[in-house]
């Protein structure tokens, strides 16, 4: 029983480059989320998705997709890198109510 | 709209003393509240949740915190700090629809001997 996984772990790009972040889950889990951590900012959120087949729009959701594949895999897409978007990037799952959330270790990522 | 105010961004406690970190929220809905650790290079990790139950909310590692709706609060404690505390924590509140969480901003806990 794995949890959440992510893939990269790190990842340079350029400014303009594009990257595809994977997150999976092994809980059967109907929620996932995108989350982005910045020093003295907490998390914020990026885009959810609170069942297979739906997403939907987080607080910080400009310059970003993604995709449900399906109920284990939840990915996000960076289309044109920014450097405001150097960040850490944490994927989280959860049950239905109470909104207990696992997470996962993390991308972090740079762009230069 | 859902918010948590958490005060002070770095919190200094020798071992073996009260560990004390404050946060508020703001819901339009009774809320669900969690506390969340995060140790260097990792992931969150639940410590805590209040979920209309006691009021009085037992985690992991001897952490405990207390619901008070009049107050607002839901303070994070730990009689006695130990140097595997050192940590970032995070008080969480439940969103519009029970949907979502939004964070508070984080409390870094530094722990000296």
């Known amino acids: 029983n794995a949890g959440v996984t992510q893939t990269p772990k790190f990842q340079v790009l350029k400014t303009g480059q594009s990257m595809t972040l994977q997150c999976a889950q092994d809980?059967?889990?109907?929620?996932m989320y995108w989350y982005r951590q910045d020093p003295g900012m907490g998390l914020r959120l990026i885009y959810y998705s609170a069942s297979e087949g739906t997403t939907d729009k987080g607080e910080v959701p400009n310059g970003y997709n993604v995709s449900r594949l399906n109920k284990r895999e939840f990915s996000l897409r960076l289309e044109s890198a920014a450097p405001s978007q150097t960040s850490v990037y944490f994927c989280?799952?959860?049950?239905?109510?109470?909104?207990?959330?696992?997470f996962g270790p993390g991308t972090r990522l740079t762009v230069t | 709209a859902q918010s948590v105010t958490q005060l002070g961004s770095h919190v200094s406690v020798s071992e073996g003393a009260l560990v004390l970190l404050r946060c508020n929220y703001s819901?339009?809905?009774?809320?669900?509240l969690f506390w969340y650790v995060q140790y260097p290079n990792q992931g969150l990790q639940l410590l805590l949740k209040?979920?209309?139950?006691?009021?009085l909310v037992k985690g992991i590692n001897g952490f405990e915190a207390e619901f008070k709706k009049s107050e607002t609060s839901f303070h994070l404690t730990k009689p006695s700090a130990h140097m595997s505390d050192a940590a970032e924590y995070f008080c969480?509140?439940?969103?519009?629809?029970?949907?979502?969480?939004?964070f508070g901003k984080g409390t870094m806990l530094l722990v000296s001997p």
């Open positions: 809980m059967n889990h109907n929620s």
């Open positions: 969480a509140v439940s969103g519009l629809g029970y949907s979502t969480l939004t």
């Open positions: 209040y979920t209309s139950a006691a009021t």
């Open positions: 819901s339009s809905v009774p809320p669900y």
């Open positions: 989280a799952s959860s049950d239905d109510r109470p909104l207990e959330q696992y």
